[in-house]
């Protein structure tokens, strides 16, 4: 019953939002969908254009920038060229991510968000980088999960850290997969906001429980 | 219900497609090469592409009337256009220019080695000063192991391309240390004063250096103090040496930290073979106390004080009296407090002020002679930045600096009392100006006035660097720099000038690929060295700014993150050519602290199976010259090669428990740093001479560091990595 009521009050807003912006809808749904196409860094770019562009043309939606954040943050991890290319990769993550901050404060995915980008810029030179930004991306995750703490993306973001950084601290990183496979296992009990919301993550999760074994 | 929707969309599409206007043409850079990935749109709408492999694109809209086109691309500078959207075709080849960004332009490199994550042109971070195997925590030590540098073993201080160590100053958030090194016995090599770990950014400038510096002939060390604590914590650390206890407390906008450190070589010096006898084996203790408050939206205030005690007694043989032992005892007070306010004022304006105080008494015996001298500093200085614009940033500044320096020397019958006051009064301005990211200026002066010598001296500075490619550059200093003469000298004299050298720096840098090179030629002109003719130190007419010298020299360094998997080693050698006339010498001569090759090869390997991380360092430094008294030539004599090889090795026991080891010279090579003489020859008429050599031949290090958070996570590993 309250599932039911829930799919007809998405319903009803998803509907009243869509009569007033169709095109905002139906292009963000379009241009999500191609995430699963993009492979390269070029195609990255390509999507993070798009979502550069309804950005600019939704100034009060969040979750364009958002995602255009992740295309840069996705495009320093693919790249293999010099680390000051990565880095020019995450300069622009960064002001979207500072813009974020200040268009909704207290969004929990924006902090998962965040600690997604620290985590870019650590891995650009995680010798000289780990301590600095292991620390940042520790106080990131915990702001998103102070907030809502059934978030998955936080709790993967968290758990990459730890993991990356256990040989580091003398732990072994096996020693983290009874929780990552918890991760996995609740994984679908969080529900997105809408469609567009952020929705991604389990197939890392997947990878990660699949290390495990 | 979908379906329906969908379908209107459709229809929606289909009927706007009927007008249309195209938009078509070409992204390319700005020397005609196509730029792929461009962002081509419409302002405000949801019309727009990407630029193919060629940097062609196409756009579609139905829109009509003005509308404006938006043409982007990382790291360039964005292009827009206003059109008239009338169903037709536009076309538009557009060259994007790359976009200005400080920290990705051309940076000034010639003389200087900065140490910081942000920067591209970075050779050396903080941590490597950190973790180089034989610095043995020492900040000094690790310089050490950098182009530009020659290792006096005896002395332990920096000596720069062919400058004295008096020629070096060392500033902490902007102020000017006045006793940077801990005391020590004339020929035992002593270490600074600063636990490297209160660090997180390192300038080290062996030449050409900014308008803001002053009073340094050779080089200076810019240290500057971390940050806001990340969390409350506790850390212990018991050494082979000594102990340290430091708790950090942190609140909202500051924390505060304070640090005890006590430290006794004397139960590793019975277990370890010395080269000398220690009747009192050194000892010191240190209070001290960091203050850390963020004010406003941007300011933080730093304040840093701390209090040491320490001393020793060693026995040398006093070659004047046929070689009897004679107890050579030092105690040492040192008071020292530093305090940084760094701010931006409105909009542009920024402010860093800063000041230090420092109070540092020796107390000397050996033989029938006791000698206290003190030194007392007080520094102030005020900057301000104005950036124009990008491109061009002012920067200006006065500075303050009261020295006060006594020495009182009682022997049996006589008592010396000597002391000078001298106040000096710098302004300097300096504008950087970048014509492109490819070519930056910095050009600036700097005036200063001593009350004591009566002098005023300006020192113009100009240093560019030119980017030929992402990767290399070129860059150029010059500039003169003056420094006041020896506190010896002008607790005699004031009718002396200060000392002048000038500098001429041509650098080329190129880093691809966690790779960098480095070659730096330098020629270095001193004039106006002050000398002292005769043995009467004590008359003011016998000194005289007659000295001169140069200094010139090939610096290299290459280092190599990449090609070994987890390893990491850097390879530093200079050239060193130089003589002077100055002080007491007959003739120009090359100095006893100048060695013409010095090589050091530095390496690191992270093992994460057995979580350890080895270092090892090996250090060469051709022979130095001394002077034999017995010889009629002047500094005629040879000693021996300096060599070294150094390990270290940091295992990480638990997450919060770090186990430290490192041993100098190894393969125990024979270091010797020369011969010392009696003053005064004997009845044959020989001086008498015994070799200087190193306290002990090889030094052993055991720690244990120990973190305690609330969280339980963090380690200093920082520290010894």
Known sequence: MKKFTLIIAVVLVSLVSLAQKPEYLQTMGETLGQFANCQSVADFQDLGNKFEMIANAETSEWLPMYYHAQCYILMSFIEQGDAAIKDSYLDVAEKSVNKLMEMVPGEPEVFVLQAFYLTGRLVVNPMERGQEYGGLVGQATDKALAIDISNPRAKLMKLQMDMGSAPYMGLDPKSFCPAAKELLASWDNFKPKSPLHPNWGKDQAEGIVKGCQ | MKQFLFTG?????????????????????????????????????????????????????????????????????????????????????????????????????????????????????????????????????????????????????????????????????????????????????????????????????????????????????????????????????????????????????????????????????????????????????????????????????????????????????????????????????????????????????AMNAAGSFTNNQDDIHFGQTSVVRRIQGLYLKNVFIYPFSDKFTLKFGGEFFSKAYSQNVQMTSEIHDNSFTNHTFSGFTEAQVYASSKFVTRIGGRVEYSEYLDRFTFSPRLSTAYKVTGKSQFSVAYGWFYQNPVDDYLLYTNQIKPERADHYTFSFQSSANSRTIRAELYFKDYKDLVKLNGEEFYLPTNYNNDGSGYAKGLDLFWRDKKTIKNGDYWISYSYLDTKRDYRNFPEEAVPTFASKHNLSVVYKHWIGSIRSYPGANFRYSSPRVYNDPNSPVFNSRKMLPYKSLDLSWSFLYRQNIILYGAVTNVLDFKNEFGQRYSDNPDSNGNYRGKAIQPSSNQFYVLACFITLTRKGNANQLEKIE
């Open chain 2, 9 to 349: 969309i459709i229809l929606l599409l289909a009927l706007t497609a009927m007008s249309q206007t195209v938009i078509t043409g070409k992204v390319t850079r700005e020397n005609g090469e196509p730029l792929p990935g461009a962002n081509i749109y419409l302002q405000g709408t949801y019309d727009g592409t990407s630029s193919n492999h060629k940097g062609e694109f196409k756009l579609k809209t139905a829109k009509t009337g003005p509308g404006i086109i938006q043409i982007g691309f990382i790291s360039y500078e964005p292009y827009t256009k206003p059109v008239e959207l009338k169903s037709d075709t536009i076309r538009l080849n557009v060259k994007l220019k790359e976009a200005f960004n400080q920290l990705s332009a051309v940076t000034i490199t010639a003389g200087t080695f900065e140490a910081s994550d942000k920067k591209q042109a970075v050779t050396i971070t903080p941590l490597d000063m950190m973790t180089t195997a034989g610095a043995a925590g020492d900040v000094y030590g690790a310089l050490q192991s950098l182009p530009g540098t020659t290792i006096n073993g005896e002395s332990g201080r920096l000596f720069v391309k062919g400058g004295d160590s008096q020629e070096s100053q060392t500033y902490i958030d902007g102020s000017l240390v006045s006793v940077p090194y801990s005391s020590s016995a004339p020929n035992i090599a002593t270490r600074g004063r600063f636990n490297p770990f209160m660090f997180k950014g390192t300038i080290f400038s062996t030449g050409g250096y900014s308008a803001e510096y002053g009073q340094a002939l050779s080089s200076v060390l810019l240290l500057n103090t971390n940050d806001m604590p990340a969390e409350d914590q506790l850390d212990l650390s018991f050494l082979s040496v000594g102990v340290e206890f430091a708790g950090t407390k942190k609140w909202n906008n500051g924390a505060i930290t304070g640090t005890l450190t006590y430290n006794n070589l004397g139960p590793y010096m019975s277990l370890a073979p010395q080269n000398y006898d220690w009747p009192h084996t050194p000892e010191s203790t240190t209070g001290a106390l960091s203050v850390r408050q963020k004010t406003g939206e941007t300011g933080l205030f730093k304040f840093y004080s701390s209090f040491n005690k320490d001393g020793f007694t060693v026995r040398q043989d006093d070659l004047d009296r046929s070689g009897i032992p004679v107890d050579y005892k030092l105690s040492n007070d040192n008071q020292f407090m530093n305090a940084s306010w760094n701010s931006k004022l409105g909009e542009k304006w």
